[in-house]
């Protein structure tokens, strides 16, 4: 999507969501409160023009029928804690939590208002719901595979690194999904004869030094692991490529940055259902009665172009199963 028509979407949901501007529109029949990860609208460009058009599909339009409320809390655990509580005391009618971290903080300040998960890799195991057949309480949504699938990851991107067997976990050790991914990582490293050393970043400057230090220490690539390493995903491509690093991720969206390829969860599909469990919710369902969903397709992208640039050869036979190649 172009960037006239990525500011032309978000002038229609407001990308501040100014008190002035809501008290000029036409009052929505429904509020639904959005808790990304990111810290502003554009690091969600991909995954915010796909909940928009989700919603417009199904009829609802942002200051029409539906008034969507966005919060950016930049990873930092105290403002998803506050702006969850925000969304829950301004009591919209669902809260849409795009990570675990942020449904399990829309949890804390709610016991009523429904809550969609967009993806977390065990929202039972997480004390969200007590099952993923019947959630119990007011979360549902969807689950994501990314611990499960480390195994069939590692060894994707052995076919395309033969030599590998050192591979560094680039993660943010605050998320909570970094852990349960290294100890998933580790085991799958194990099977395959493959070392794995986590190296963490808490902040965009420390991208650029992790890589450097994996490329010294003889690393044979990484993975970028979860939400705050997508959120700098043109830096973490740009380091990788600079140091050399044939670099791995769940998320498609992070390829084209300088990425070799990603395996996971289809994400823009998981926003798109994820909107169908709001459309059902608002409709009279209970969430508690809705079962958590995991993912229905999974996606092999390949950066051909960082493949040729790293010296990497990709045999015909991988590259006709991927879903899509970036030349």
Not at 292 to 307: D, F, G, M, S
């Amino acid at each position: 999507m172009k960037r006239r028509e990525f500011i032309t979407l978000l002038g229609s949901t407001a990308a501040a969501w100014p008190l002035t501007s809501r008290a000029q529109r036409r009052k929505p029949n429904a509020r639904v409160g959005v808790l990304w990860h990111a810290a502003d609208a554009k690091q969600e460009e991909e995954y915010l023009v796909v909940l928009i058009k989700a919603f417009q599909e199904l009829g609802y339009f942002d200051g029409k029928n539906i008034e969507l409320e966005h919060r950016f809390p930049a990873e930092q655990p105290e403002r998803f804690r506050a702006m969850a509580q925000e969304l829950a005391e301004g009591k919209v009618d669902v809260i849409v939590a795009v990570t675990g971290l942020g449904a399990r903080e829309a949890k804390r300040a709610t016991s009523t208002i429904p809550i969609v998960l967009v993806g977390d890799p065990d929202p039972v195991g997480r004390g969200l719901a007590e099952s993923l057949a019947r959630p119990g309480g007011n979360v549902t949504g969807l689950s994501l595979m990314t611990v499960d699938l480390s195994g069939k990851r590692l060894a994707l991107f052995k076919e395309i690194v033969p030599k590998l067997t050192r591979l560094a976990l680039v993660l943010d050790p605050r998320e909570p999904s970094s852990k349960p991914t290294a100890i998933a990582n580790e085991t799958a490293g194990r099977a395959a004869g493959c070392l794995i050393k986590v190296f963490e970043v808490t902040t965009a400057d420390e991208i650029d030094p992790a890589f450097s230090a994996i490329a010294r220490e003889g690393f044979d690539g990484a993975f970028a692991v979860g939400p705050p390493m997508y959120n700098e995903r043109v830096q973490v491509g740009a380091s990788a490529m600079a140091h050399k690093v044939p670099t791995i991720a769940s998320n498609a969206e992070q390829v084209p940055y300088g990425l070799l390829l990603s395996y996971g969860p289809d994400f823009p599909d998981h926003f798109r259902r994820a909107v169908g469990y709001v459309d059902r919710i608002l409709k009279g369902a209970k969430p508690g009665d809705l079962p958590i969903e995991q993912p229905t397709r999974l996606k092999l992208v390949i950066n051909l172009k960082t493949a040729k640039a790293l010296g990497l050869t990709v045999s015909h036979s991988l590259l006709a199963t991927a879903d899509q190649v970036i030349e």
